[in-house]
């Protein structure tokens, strides 16, 4: 189970101008381990703060973040839990590959040592169409390339949580559905739970269990994907 009870001021990192209006993000739910939730909301509602919030790259003003009994996150209490002690991976916008590594230097680097090469890594980047890859450096690569070099770096560490944000939008439709289809099967088979940040409402619904909603800042959990598409198509 994970629950997550949370307020955080949006933009309270940045100088504020005068008369500008300033959201509060607020989000509490309990959703149950290994599903797959998507987060959708306009440009600046707070998605990305969302799963910076879940990594710990961001503390939330207030509240408590609990996953699978361990206190990730409590203001009262003072618990925390810094982002390297979460069992984490995360695609960010930025790819955050590192420029001097090749690319099976990247994966590696993310791969415990006793699974490095075994047959779901290989699985993987054949199924991105990155096996090939290996010996050249990032800065040789594509956008789309590198996108799907980051993904499959967070897959690579059998995470507990994996945080997405935006992770196929360098990629062309069918390659996108492809990607996707390779995250969700890898789920499937070793049930962690992932956060999902996107635009793309339609690929969110057909690939999540439940979907978080933010609006000004107001966070609305569907745990019924119907009760979503009704709103989304009304």
Same mark, same amino acid.
């Given at each position: 189970?994970?629950?997550?009870?949370?307020?955080?001021?949006? +933009?309270?990192? @940045?100088?504020?101008?005068?008369?500008?209006? &300033?959201?509060?993000?607020?989000?509490?739910?309990?959703?149950?381990?290994?599903?797959?939730?998507?987060?959708? +909301?306009?440009?600046?509602?707070?998605?990305?703060?969302?799963?910076?919030? $879940?990594?710990? $790259?961001? !503390?939330?003003?207030?509240?408590?973040?609990?996953?699978? #009994?361990?206190?990730?996150?409590?203001?009262?209490?003072?618990?925390?839990?810094?982002?390297?002690?979460?069992?984490?991976?995360?695609?960010?916008?930025?790819?955050?590959?590192?420029?001097?590594?090749?690319? #099976?230097? #990247?994966?590696?680097?993310?791969?415990?040592?006793? =699974? @490095?090469?075994?047959?779901?890594?290989?699985?993987?980047?054949?199924? $991105?169409?990155? !096996?090939?890859?290996?010996?050249?450096?990032?800065?040789?690569?594509?956008?789309?390339?590198?996108?799907?070099?980051?993904?499959?770096?967070?897959?690579?560490?059998?995470?507990?949580?994996?945080?997405?944000?935006?992770?196929?939008? *360098?990629?062309?439709?069918?390659?996108?559905?492809?990607?996707?289809?390779?995250? &969700?099967?890898?789920?499937?088979?070793?049930?962690?739970?992932?956060?999902?940040?996107? =635009? %793309?409402?339609?690929?969110?619904? @057909? =690939?999540?269990? =439940?979907?978080?909603?933010?609006? #000004?800042?107001? *966070? !609305?959990?569907?745990? %019924?994907?119907? %009760?979503? @598409?009704?709103?989304?198509?009304?």
């Amino acid at each position: 189970m994970i629950q997550i009870q949370i307020s955080k001021t949006l +933009g309270s990192n @940045r100088p504020r101008k005068r008369n500008q209006y &300033v959201s509060t993000l607020r989000l509490a739910c309990k959703i149950p381990s290994g599903q797959i939730i998507g987060i959708t +909301g306009p440009s600046g509602s707070g998605k990305t703060t969302l799963l910076r919030i $879940l990594s710990g $790259l961001t !503390q939330p003003d207030e509240g408590k973040l609990i996953v699978d #009994n361990k206190t990730w996150y409590d203001s009262e209490s003072g618990a925390y839990i810094p982002t390297e002690d979460r069992e984490l991976g995360f695609v960010f916008q930025s790819d955050a590959l590192f420029p001097n590594m090749t690319v #099976n230097e #990247n994966i590696d680097f993310a791969t415990p040592s006793s =699974h @490095r090469r075994d047959r779901r890594i290989l699985s993987l980047l054949t199924s $991105l169409e990155i !096996q090939d890859l290996g010996d050249r450096h990032i800065d040789t690569l594509s956008g789309g390339q590198r996108q799907r070099i980051s993904i499959a770096r967070a897959l690579a560490r059998k995470p507990e949580v994996l945080l997405l944000d935006e992770p196929t939008t *360098a990629l062309d439709r069918a390659l996108r559905d492809q990607v996707m289809q390779t995250i &969700v099967s890898d789920q499937l088979q070793n049930r962690y739970s992932i956060f999902w940040a996107s =635009h %793309d409402v339609d690929t969110l619904i @057909r =690939h999540s269990d =439940h979907i978080i909603q933010i609006t #000004n800042g107001v *966070a !609305q959990y569907y745990s %019924d994907l119907d %009760d979503f @598409r009704k709103l989304y198509k009304s």
